[in-house]
């Protein structure tokens, strides 16, 4: 989809790639041959027209063990950048997936229930989306609220 965005779209678009064995195949195929070259960095990828982004999630420092280097054994969602509990208190982590590590899957029965909870989650339970965000407002040329209270007015 995001071949055909980026010859034809105005309007900034950014594509969000989950940092699984899928999201991570789906991104590394879009190459030059599409129109897209490398971004601000290995996670970003830019449209030649410009308007059209794909980014890979970013690994939160505590989900390392979730997007190993090897893309055939990663497994980073989006909804893993919620706390364990939260995700466990929805019913969300699948079994552990390696024996004596912390590595999970997402069921995928439940992820609709689950963005529905969020709705009703706190603001510091969004804090892992941090990185995230502020690589989205810099796409969209944005200054983040760090940056803005830093600058002189």
Known sequence: ML???GRYEVR???GLFDNDRAGAEQFTGLSQSHGYSNGDDELHRRHAKGFVHAHLLPVPPERTDFAP???PHRMLELEHYYSDEILQANGVPEAL???GAKVFEIKDSKKTAFAEAAKTLNVAD???FSP???RLL???GIPSVKSAEASPG
Do not use: A, G, R, S
């Open 138 to 140: 810099k796409i969209f």
């Open 69 to 71: 280097d090897c893309i």
């Open 126 to 128: 969004f804090v892992n």
């Open 97 to 99: 997936t390696y024996p």
């Open 132 to 134: 995230l965000f502020t």
């Open 3 to 5: 071949e055909l965005l």
């Open 12 to 14: 900034p678009i950014v």
